[in-house]
């Protein structure tokens, strides 16, 4: 779909996940994708075959885009918890845990909309990559979820204690790496976002000055 979208003589440019639709994805790499809008309304579940998955550190991958936008009032939903559970306590998983979403040397990026939720790993990873704007959506990660390994697995997972006024929650920091967003990239805009993570939330790294 995302190809005929990207043909050069296509007259309709969208691809759309309509509300109520759910689609389950393995990893995918769209190269050279030109002011293509993908709509999400519906649910897109990283897959569980996790033993199918191959050797690769990102579900969706953009390469080489310019005018991608990515809307929709749906869900983007990585099913971290199975991850987390095969990588950081039994040490089961095949490949690695994979980012959600990454731009690799990629301009001209817009992202709004989606809830984002549960990334094995990172969840939008920005690389070699400018002019991006990314607004008016959350990232969110279940830390009680994270806290339930800790309640059964013990100082496997690290924990912390965070305070909001006069009530202490004890939760996981860092130890599944479940970054929102990290971005080796230059011009980059971030507005009216919620992160809920008990990790990093935006981290700014050198981009590669080759590129």
């Known amino acids: ?28 790499v769209f190269d ?14 990283v897959s569980e075959h996790w033993k199918d998955y191959p050797n690769t550190d990102q579900t969706l991958l953009f ?15 990585g099913r971290g918890f199975m991850w987390w559970v095969r990588d950081i ?16 040397l990629s301009r001209n990026i817009e992202m709004s909309g989606v809830y ?8 939008i990873v920005l690389r070699d990559s400018e002019e991006i704007y990314m607004h008016d959506f959350d990232i969110y990660v279940d830390v009680f979820g994270q806290l339930s390994l800790q309640k059964f697995f013990g100082g496997i997972v690290a924990k912390s204690f965070a305070k909001y006024g006069d009530i202490s929650l004890e939760a996981p920091i860092f130890p599944l790496n479940t970054d929102a967003i990290d971005t080796w990239a230059r011009n980059v805009t971030f ?15 050198p981009s590669n000055q080759a590129h």
Do not use: W
Request: charged fraction near 20%; aromatic fraction near 8%.
């Open 1 to 28: 779909m995302f190809n005929i979208a990207n043909a050069e003589n296509s007259t309709d440019r969208t691809v759309v996940i309509p509300k109520g639709a759910k689609l389950s994805i393995m990893p995918a």
């Open 32 to 45: 050279s994708m030109k002011n293509v809008t993908f709509t999400i309304d519906g649910t897109l579940y």
């Open 63 to 77: 390469s080489n885009a310019d005018g991608v936008v990515i809307n929709g009032k749906g869900t983007f939903d």
């Open 89 to 104: 306590v039994m040490g089961q998983n095949e490949c690695c845990r994979p980012h959600m979403l990454k731009f690799d």
């Open 116 to 123: 984002v939720t549960n990334g094995p790993r990172y969840h």
């Open 191 to 205: 507005r009216r976002m919620k992160i809920t993570n008990f990790d990093d939330a935006i981290v700014p790294k």
